[in-house]
């Protein structure tokens, strides 16, 4: 466990775990399920199999998503807080850190050891950029001493101060371009609302040769919560957080995880909670098209750590079909769409439809799905229809009997302001 997380831990270990999950859930998502932290008190990190390693301070161990223990990869002769935990691209080793001594190891997959690589006092995340070659972010000075993000060589252990911060030890996170995402923190506890700053260094500056400071940082955004943790969505870019603002009693007043956008502007405050701190934030990747924003189909999950239990979230797609009212009447109706917000109706013919979806960045601030390429899609006029409070939409039409099996419908959804956020499945007629 986290030094600096202890207390609250403490906490929240008394607390049920269903209330962690609870709580509000932004519209356009939907909780997938919540599972006990196979290895209590761990930290983990999901693996390109999509097993998990978990480190407990004491045994680094490898689990099934499910919880299923599947093996031990190495047992330390004593328990030491938990410090940084990543894995290798190349999917050998993972980078295993401690926060009692400061010591971090290279642990191999296959079970034949751990190696001491270097001590980096506070050790608290790690990000790989490439296999062998992971950024580090350590309070190598202690506490008031401000912060290092190092690079480290994780097959000879060579190492060298990339950049150096104000404030204690905060959590990392890579974009696609190689970009380092950093999580600012403050030496005052309990940390004041909106008192951490998201911080980009792009590529080259890593790789300049240049110390960096926190005047090199792009400041994405400089008043947020205090930032746990930092996952980077592997589609759009979007940069999620978890956040947590403590009382003077180390109590969990308030908690929430943000979908940030590359430029820093907050999106969504997906989920929020009062009382269990959150962590551990990781953005999944799956066969899906979708990315993590409401209303998207499959594609990104959300897990994170909660009262040492480990959740996950999902989007969750409007539904829709084609009812019947009777005689030559129907409906296209759209079910789970954006309370009080509204639908864009959109239709072609469905000889021309794909069969499956294809993804489109038009004029949006998401990804467009259809089997539809948009040339050959038509929308019903300018007007947006309403969603009623549960987020359902319809449009009647008359079929005299000639449209049967040549027409598919398909929302695009607004919010309440009026701004498209998502679309619906395709309903067929």
Known sequence: MKLRNLCSAALLTFLPIGAYAQGLIEPGFELNGSLPNPAPFSNYT???DGTRAHFDGNTVSQQSMDGTFLQNLHIFPSFNFTGCLAADPSGDSLLVGESTNGDIYRV?????GATLLVNLP???AAVYAEPGVAYVSAAVNGFGGGNEILRVDTLSGNTTTVVQLAGP???VAMNAQGDLIYGTSTDFFPAPTGSSALYKFTSAQLNSG???TDGDAEVLNSALDPISSIAVDPVMGDIVISTNVFDSSFAVVKDEILIVRPSGDVKDVVSMTSGGYRSNVELIQGAGPGHFRAYQPAGVELTWLQGDAIHTLAPKRPTSAVVSNGGNSYSFVVSGAEPGGAMLLAFGNSALHQ????????NFDFLYHSGLAPGQTRRVGQFLIPCDANGTASFPFWDAGNLQGTLVFQGVVTDQSGAFIGSSESAFH
């Open 210 to 212: 240049v110390i960096l």
């Open 169 to 171: 030890s905060g959590p």
């Open 46 to 48: 999901t693996l390109q």
């Open 108 to 112: 191999e997959m296959d079970g034949s």
């Open 122 to 124: 506070f050790n608290y």
């Open 355 to 362: 069969g499956v979806e294809t993804s489109y960045q038009l």
